[in-house]
Nanobody, 116 residues
Framework: VQLQASGGGLVQPGGSLRLSCAAS????????MGWYRQAPGKQRELVAL???????AYGDFVKGRFTISRDNAKNTVDLQTNSLKPEDTAVYYC???????????WGKGTLVTVSS
């Protein structure tokens, strides 16, 4: 499975970005998809998950600001980020885990920088 994340960039505090992850090599329809992030000097942390049935979960810090969605037909998963804060600055990684198989696939990540 190959995952290509895109959509990162420089945004001012309070702004929005839409991150997208395109999967190839396998369908995402039977996989749990997720977004994680890693800031400099910090551990990678969960941002959002979406199961194959569409259930979602978010990191505590999200507090309603982000929304994860999936399009099985396009084999993509998106993360809409709103009300961005400087502390959201990180490399955001897409994650794929096929149902019933505890093997994670990761993309290379896309950098989000929130700064004025």
């Amino acid at each position: 499975v190959q995952l290509q994340a895109s959509g990162g960039g420089l945004v001012q505090p309070g702004g929005s970005l839409r991150l997208s992850c395109a999967a190839s090599g396998s369908s995402i329809s039977s996989a749990r998809m997720g977004w994680y992030r890693q800031a400099p000097g910090k551990q990678r942390e969960l941002v959002a998950l979406i199961t194959s049935s569409g259930s979602t979960a978010y990191g505590d810090f999200v507090k309603g600001r982000f929304t994860i969605s999936r399009d099985n037909a396009k084999n993509t998963v998106d993360l809409q980020t709103n009300s961005l804060k400087p502390e959201d600055t990180a490399v955001y990684y897409c994650n794929y885990r096929r149902n019933g198989v505890n093997i994670d696939y990761w993309g290379k990540g896309t950098l989000v920088t929130v700064s004025s």
